[in-house]
């Protein structure tokens, strides 16, 4: 028999668990309606009256004077420009305004750039969506969804998508509303439609997920793979991989067909069409190929034809790697694995796992030395040398600006202290390890010129390691190696 009184002793806190949700939806939606009014008071239209004095109804020669002030401050290289987020006919935003707000909320970049680009979307493309929200009928992730959903179709499309859904929003799913949009590009962009349907070539993309960070070291030797991909194509490579992982399984593998698929990629990628002879002898009681396979395939050397796999290895190692004594881990005191990084691959991994890569036939090895980071290296000229950009980016392997993620591989190193050539004063070795810091270009150039607030971000370096970044409105953030701290 059912328990009502367990049952009734648990509503309260099923009722409490309703409460917080409805409180994290009203809180989204606020969000949303906070973000859309920054992204309009930094919009074409708000920022010269901001910028150059509060004027109404400004004649023209006063508004041509306005607006020669803002190409004169802003039409530099590299300084504030104005972003199109949404779709077509909604209003651009300040790119550095919305820099200011993705650091202020921890997001990164591209991630607040995605969030401005749905209220604005939502907001100017989407007003019957939006007066829901506003009533607090819809929550917030929904109105973001179909924002991101819109954003590419022409103003009369977004208007008729907005009009068909408006009243369905806070229940339909995701499945309804792509189809309506797919409804909607068909109807007022046919043409369009046709040449998706008849270019789809265009569109075809292969990744491979190299940069995201592993969730463990034993996991760090694999990576995945997705694209869209010509069906011809396709079904070439199906029928290669289908054809090397039967061969595996001939040659006596005991792995899954979903392992030997994924082995056999490496082959092809090295330009081998077939597997390398193996003397029967030394297969470990593989099974060997049976005599009645009439149509033996011709193998490829050890050598392969195709582009030879390059290791190249940052090595560290300590007093008991060179003695050939066993790996204790310093912390938990007990034998531990021998690990190495990979530069190209920005990962740590195992040793086992970076042997059998080297093992393989025609790979070439690059051993780096080892770097001293601790080391003050510096130099009297503006440029960077490469054993300087080298320390650097190894101590920082990310850009320095707040929040950000980009690869410091890519970035700028910029002079925390600005550069002073020394014939004008400037002290001898200012180029050093201790005064440079990567910045990816976006972030390299707020740190430059001006945002809308009028003036530029500041950054002062406090240590190794640490920054300490001010915005144009006076925030501040700690850039430390574990991530960023507001203050």
């Known amino acids: 028999m059912f328990d009502y009184t367990w049952a009734m002793s648990t509503s309260p806190l099923l009722d409490a668990i309703r409460a917080a949700k409805q409180r994290e939806d009203d809180a989204a939606r606020e969000l949303l309606i906070g973000v859309v009014e920054w992204a309009d008071r930094h919009t074409t239209g708000a920022l010269l009256p901001d910028l150059y004095g509060t004027y109404s109804d400004p004649d023209e020669e006063a508004y041509d004077a306005a607006e020669s002030a803002w190409i004169q401050r802003f039409g530099m290289p590299g300084a504030d420009t104005m972003l199109e987020l949404a779709g077509a006919g909604a209003p651009e935003v300040s790119d550095f305004a919305v820099t200011e707000l993705a650091t202020a909320l921890g997001r990164t970049r591209e991630s607040g750039r995605l969030l401005v680009g749905d209220v604005v979307e939502a907001k100017h493309r989407l007003p019957k969506v939006w007066a829901r929200l506003l009533a607090g009928q819809v929550t917030a992730w929904r109105v973001r969804r179909l924002a991101q959903s819109t954003r590419g179709l022409s103003a009369e499309a977004a208007a008729f998508v907005d009009a068909q859904v408006a009243h369905v929003i806070h229940t ?152 050939g004594a066993p790996q204790v881990d310093p912390v938990t005191g007990t034998l531990g694995l021998n690990l190495a990084r990979l530069d190209n691959h920005r990962q740590l991994l195992t040793a086992d796992a970076v042997r059998e890569w080297c093992g393989t036939p025609g790979t070439q090895v690059i051993v780096k030395p080892v770097m001293d980071l601790a080391d003050t290296v510096a130099v009297d000229s503006y440029e960077v040398p490469d054993r300087i950009a080298a320390r650097v980016k190894l101590t920082r392997t990310t850009c320095s600006f707040p929040h950000c993620r980009r690869p410091a591989e890519s970035a700028d190193l910029d002079h925390t202290v600005e550069y002073v050539p020394p014939d004008r004063g400037g002290p001898l070795g200012q180029t050093s390890t201790e005064n440079l810091a990567p910045l990816c270009r976006h972030d390299h150039r707020a740190k430059t010129h001006p945002s809308p607030a009028g003036k530029p971000w500041a950054v002062r370096g406090l240590s190794p390691g640490h920054w300490l970044w001010t915005s144009p409105l006076g925030h501040r953030y700690l850039v430390h190696p574990d991530g960023t701290t507001p203050l």
């Open 172 to 323: 339909v799913g995701p499945a309804v509303v792509d189809r309506l949009v797919l409804e909607a590009t068909a109807r007022f962009d046919p043409e369009s439609t046709e040449v998706a349907e008849c270019d789809t070539r265009a569109n075809l993309f292969f990744d491979l997920d190299l940069t995201t960070p592993a969730t463990s070291v034993g996991t760090a030797s694999a990576v995945s793979a997705y694209g869209l991909l010509d069906r011809a194509d396709a079904e070439d490579l199906e029928a290669a991989v289908r054809a090397f992982a039967d061969q595996l399984l001939a040659d006596g593998s005991t792995d899954d067909l979903s392992v030997r698929r994924a082995k056999a990629l490496g082959y092809l990628a090295r330009g081998q069409e077939l597997l390398p002879d193996q003397d029967d002898a030394t297969q470990d009681g593989r099974a060997a190929r049976s005599a009645s396979d009439g149509r033996r395939r011709d193998r490829a050397t050890d050598t392969p034809t195709g582009p030879r796999r390059t290791v190249v290895l940052t090595v560290h190692l300590s007093d008991a790697a060179l003695t």
